[in-house]
């Protein structure tokens, strides 16, 4: 699967932006999209995702502000963060895993300033 990631960009503390990611493919089964986010010296952290179920899965710090969504007819999954706060600064990178296939799209950075 190949995964395009936009949408980022510099904002205030407070403000919101939507990050899209736009798959080649968006399977009906046994599919998993998530956001990832990176910051220097750390490993990716998970921050959201969506399965072909519609489940979804949110980091805690995370919950309340953003959600995940999809739309099928675009092959796109969609973040939208809310209220962003400065710790949410980071290349943000989605992700499709499908059984044992995990595929990473570019990343696309997020900045809060306070």
């Known amino acids: 699967v190949q995964l395009q990631a936009s949408g980022g960009g510099v904002v205030q503390a407070g403000e919101s932006l939507r990050l899209s990611c736009a798959a080649s493919e968006i399977s009906y089964t046994n599919q998993l999209i998530g956001w990832y986010r990176q910051t220097p010296g750390r490993q990716r952290d998970f921050v959201a995702s969506i399965r072909s179920t519609g489940r979804v899965n949110l980091a805690d710090s995370v919950k309340g502000r953003f959600t995940i969504s999809r739309d099928r007819a675009k092959n796109t999954v969609y973040l939208q963060m809310n209220s962003l706060k400065p710790e949410d600064t980071g290349v943000y990178y989605c992700?499709?895993?499908?059984?044992?296939?995990?595929?990473w799209g570019q990343g696309t950075l997020v900045t809060v300033s306070s």
């Open positions: 992700m499709s895993q499908r059984g044992s296939y995990e595929d």
